[in-house]
């Protein structure tokens, strides 16, 4: 998919923000929610997405909606890093198919990373184990402020 289009909101994250399906939530407020990634990269892959705005991408995005945004994935970086302890934290967000981007919702990666550990490729990680994705989701839960 291309950079321009129409938003689908049949996308796997528009059906997760409508209940249709499950998320591992970490932290929501009216405009944000943030979640384990079902296909993490690193552990405590996290990402974050906005709720109330039918974006495709960061491009989309009504400038009004962006700060929010901005504030949620700053806010849980900071609860990943608390948890995690990692040694860094990637903060990621793709645009268009040929950037990356895979689910065509706006969302912002958060990876922690560890020194020697291997990053799984985009796109290629296997599925987390669900109750792996609930212990983490509570340690990150448990370091927000």
């Known amino acids: 998919m291309s950079l321009s289009g129409a938003y689908d909101p049949a996308n796997v994250f528009a059906r997760m923000l409508r209940g249709e399906i499950p ?15 079902l296909f993490p990269q ?12 039918q974006a495709r991408n960061f491009l989309d995005l009504d400038p009004a909606k962006v700060a929010p945004l901005m504030l949620t994935v700053q806010k849980v970086a900071r609860a990943v890093t608390a ?4 040694d860094g934290v ?3 967000q793709f645009n268009g198919a040929p950037a990356g981007q895979t689910v065509f919702h706006l969302h912002f990666h958060i990876i922690p990373r560890w020194e020697g ?7 290629s990680a296997p599925m987390a184990d669900p109750e792996a994705l609930a212990d983490l989701a509570v340690q990150i839960r448990a370091a927000l402020v």
């Open 83 to 86: 948890a995690l302890d990692p």
């Open 42 to 53: 690193s552990r405590g892959h996290v990402l974050v997405i906005p709720k109330t705005a």
């Open 23 to 37: 998320a591992t939530k970490v932290y929501e407020d009216a405009e944000t929610l943030a979640f384990m990634d």
């Open 90 to 92: 990637i903060i990621l």
């Open 117 to 123: 550990e291997e990053m799984k490729g985009h796109g």
